[in-house]
Nanobody
Framework: QVQLVESGGGLVQAGGSLRLSCAASGRTFISYVMGWFRQAPGKEREFVAAINWSGGRTYYSDSVKGRFTISRDNAKNTVYLQMNSLKPEDTAVYYC????????????WGQGTQVTVSS
């Protein structure tokens, strides 16, 4: 199983940028579809972006399409979320997720990192 540790959150003004990183332990990183989710206060956790094992396919929610970019470096066991043109409504705790492609592996969540966008 992998363990996930997010970093890169913080406070930024509207229109600014942040890059989140999610480092995975373990040797099975390529056995997971990696994703980012977020949860704002009083709201349910929602999907933000995902990337397949090779990095060749990416998926985005409509709310971030064109502003956010997900990528992964399998040599570093790390997935990134580049967030540009940030808006106050992007304020949330961002969670990294590992969704397994193989039997015997579990779906894993990171601890989350806070992103706050001021207007």
């Amino acid at each position: 199983q992998v363990q996930l540790v997010e970093s890169g959150g913080g406070l930024v003004q509207a229109g600014g940028s942040l890059r989140l990183s999610c480092a995975a332990s373990g040797r099975t990183f390529i056995s997971y579809v990696m994703g980012w989710f977020r949860q704002a206060p009083g709201k349910e956790r929602e999907f933000v972006a995902a990337i397949n094992w090779s990095g060749g396919r990416t998926y985005y929610s409509d709310s971030v399409k064109g502003r956010f970019t997900i990528s992964r470096d399998n040599a570093k066991n790390t997935v990134y979320l580049q967030m540009n043109s940030l808006k106050p409504e992007d304020t949330a705790v961002y969670y990294c997720n590992a969704d397994p492609l193989e039997d015997g592996l579990e779906n894993v969540w990171g601890q989350g990192t806070q992103v706050t966008v001021s207007s």
